[in-house]
């Protein structure tokens, strides 16, 4: 990946959590390492194949006295997302502001913030076994959809039947390909978020369900805290999950077990054809 950047742009506003820091105002310099392609811009010599330098100078400079922020880590955050949605080309940027004017009673140079965000990819499985499923699934996926969450592909759709041993009716079930500027606790929140507008109950521990959204994969991340697992704990023995999943990515390889979900799936389908037949030759014997 190839970098721009733009180093100390200057720009007079009014941040601080100080009272006079809002109302006299004060000097902040703000440096962008922008990540993106420009092979085609480079070689075909076409601006239209890259960022114009200008162009993000003033929307940064427009961002940044369009309001008062206490924190300077605020505004850091929203030119990061400014610029990532605006420039699609950009995968990744750098935004560090610096204040050399901070009122901290000691002489130093400047104190500074400095982040790193960018778009992650994300594969999402849904399913639903009540009223009408299909609807679900669809409304689901435009709720799931907005400008920091763009659906890349879809899988198709399966009838599939429910584990966990609970009676219920059949599954229909898919997965989604997702590109995100959220983190992977705050794409859980979201989707808790959609799965509630929906009318999702959770009475019976693998029971029925108007809608189900899990996050399979993201990136190729390893995760872990007391809500969130990635990847997917149980992924490798679902084959309405790796079905699907293979349809969009039958090459990623699996962050833990560093496999292809292809051969996660011919594994599982392979020990479920040898499971059957072990239970017919039972079944005959008896």
């Not at 190839?2 to 007079?12: M, N, V, W």
Request: charged share 25%; proline share 3%.
């Amino acid at each position: 990946m190839d970098t721009i950047s733009i180093t100390d742009l200057e720009i007079f506003a009014y941040h601080g959590v100080l009272e006079e820091e809002k109302k006299l105002g004060q000097k902040f310099l703000i440096s962008l390492q922008l990540s993106l392609c420009v092979r085609k811009a480079g070689v075909n010599d076409e601006l239209g194949s890259t960022v114009n330098y200008a162009d993000i100078c003033n929307l940064v400079s427009d961002i940044f006295g369009a309001k008062s922020y206490d924190l300077i880590e605020s505004c850091a955050e929203v030119i990061a997302d400014a610029i990532l949605l605006k420039y699609q080309m950009v995968k990744e940027i750098v935004v560090e502001i610096k204040k050399p004017w901070a009122p901290i009673g000691c002489i130093v140079n400047y104190v500074s913030v400095k982040i790193k965000r960018g778009w992650s990819t994300a594969f999402l499985g849904l399913g639903s076994n009540m009223g009408d499923k299909n609807k679900n699934i669809v409304k689901a996926l435009e709720l799931i959809s907005d400008s920091r969450n763009v659906i890349i592909s879809k899988s198709s759709s399966y009838i599939t039947s429910p584990v966990g041993g609970v009676e219920q009716d059949d599954f229909l079930n898919c997965c989604v390909e997702l590109k995100t500027l959220l983190t992977a606790e705050e794409l859980l929140v979201h989707v808790l978020e959609v799965e509630n507008k929906l009318k999702r109950v959770r009475t019976v521990h693998w029971g029925p369900r108007t809608i189900d959204i899990d996050i399979l994969l993201f990136n190729h991340e390893i995760y872990e805290n007391e809500d969130l697992i990635i990847p997917h704990p149980r992924l490798h023995e679902r084959m309405f999950v790796l079905k699907p999943l293979c349809e969009m990515k039958a090459n990623y390889v699996h962050p833990i077990l560093h496999k292809r979900l292809q051969e996660l799936k011919d594994k599982l389908e392979k020990e479920q054809l040898e499971g059957i037949k072990s239970l017919e030759i039972i079944t005959l014997a008896d």
